[in-house]
């Protein structure tokens, strides 16, 4: 789909189809009200016979409105107004997008960003417009065998009020777009079966990631070279499954020769069945989600990549799979991590903790500015937080303040969890180092507080995300979460807002 800006003369414009909003009570937004006195007074005649009343997101199809260039007004209701909200908005927008879809017109022009809710500035309601245009224009298609027609709608234009704001609303568009294309990556990802999906398909994403954008190196590093560095937490877990493991790296050298480098280690198991922990059979097709994090790293580096972002930015995704085997993991197995701390494996379901400690001891050989994990790390933070916010551990105040206004911003949010050092003690082991289990109580906290054993060289902060990478019952499926948080982070880090 393609998108501009458009200001200027909304009634003189010509458009297959004019996208405007009413709230509740037939009250009428700026353009709305706009475009009712021009056409004097046809929207409010039509609205006074009852036809839009009710909840946000109901449409009306117009044709032939007297005094207008468009040849046809989608009208949208926004729901009462003194509730009308980020969400509202989205949800009016995909309204209107779906019912369009419906008219077969290729080209809209929609003047919904022009009366957004008050907690959107013209650059967030712009940049809503987009990714919600492009979220919804996403379908997975890949192992169905009959693929649907592609959506008739071409192009939309959005229109502001103010000509000044174009460079702004642009800037919007830009980052929509790249924000929007890192989402769907992620969500395809999760998406893809694990038959499909394997540690080697990862990899090869990054490669094809690295053909696209060539400013964009990968190293792949094979269960041989992890042998030799003394991996063998992440080792162990693969040992079990006939798909070798991969360390992904993708290095974008955006930034100054000198300045540190963030870094994303994405968890990247691409089929979790818990190995001789076996986990129980219901729902257990979901486990394929379980490289989120990973995807989330892969669309985080696509959308940097996209917008060419001046910073220096490493990708770090372990990739493995968790199954049952003659050589798998067993209970009280006990492997030496590349930190040379020993871990006892009291359960082989808590195998993301496994891969990740290994990855981030590796990453302290950039000298992070800071290393943000992203993982379907726990069942414990789906209890805690549900699919609403992603679980934040860290123990840096600026990271948490940062990371959690990311979230807020890009309406992808995270929630602040304890990483107390009362907690450590959880993991004691009678005869390693460590366990990699805490029990059942506080589970989320403890998987944090296992990490956070092997990320004490850099700035580190932990996001789980079990419970908000996924959407489970009859639209199943990749969120392509926290991509929207990590990208606005990394717009905020690299200066570009
Ligand atoms: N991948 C799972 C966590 C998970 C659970 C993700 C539900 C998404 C939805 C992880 O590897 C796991 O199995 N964790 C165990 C840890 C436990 C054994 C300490 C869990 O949460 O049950
Ligand atoms: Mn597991
Ligand atoms: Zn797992």
Known sequence: MEFSIKSGDLAGRASPCLILGVFEKRQLPPPTQLID???????????????????????????????????????????????????????ALAAALAHLNQTGAPEALCALPASAPPELDRYLAVRDAITTALDKAYRYERTKSEKKPPSP??????????????????????????????????????????NICTPTYLADQAKALAKDFPALKVTILEEADMAKLGMGALLSVSRGSRQPAKLILMHHRGGKKAAKPLVLVGKGLTFDAGGISLKPGPDMDQMKYDMGGGASVLGAMRAALELQLPINLIGIIPASENLPDGDANKPGDIVTSLSGQTIEILN???????????????????????????????????????????????????????LLAAGDRAYDRAWRMPLWEDYQSLLDSNFADMANIGGRDG????????????????????????????????????????????????LQRSGEL
């Not at 060289?457 to 926290?482: C, F, M, N």
């Open 443 to 490: 589970g989320a906290v403890t998987a944090a507080c296992f990490l956070s054993r092997y990320t004490k060289k850099y700035p580190w902060a932990h996001l789980d995300i079990a419970g908000t990478a996924w959407v489970s019952g009859k639209e199943k499926g990749g969120t392509g979460r926290p991509v929207p948080l990590l990208v606005q982070w990394l």
């Open 153 to 194: 709608l071409q192009r939309l234009q959005l229109w502001i009020p103010d000509p000044a704001e174009t460079s702004r609303a642009k800037q919007a568009l830009r980052h929509g777009q790249a924000l929007a294309h890192g989402v769907a990556l992620a969500k395809e990802l999760g998406n893809l079966p694990g």
């Open 348 to 402: 082989t379901d808590a195998e993301g903790r496994l891969i990740l400690c290994d990855a981030l001891t590796y990453c302290e050989r950039f000298e992070p500015a800071a290393v943000i994990d992203i993982a379907t790390l726990t069942g414990a933070i789906v209890v805690a937080l549900g699919h609403v916010a992603s679980g934040l551990f860290t123990a840096d105040e600026v990271l948490a303040g940062e």
């Open 37 to 91: 006195t021009a056409s004097q007074g046809h929207l409010s005649r039509i609205l006074g016979k009852g036809d839009l009343d009710g909840e946000a997101g109901r449409t009306l199809l117009l044709h032939e409105v007297p005094a207008l260039a468009a040849e046809r007004v989608l009208l949208v209701s926004l729901g009462p107004q003194e509730k009308y909200d980020r969400k509202t908005y989205g949800k």
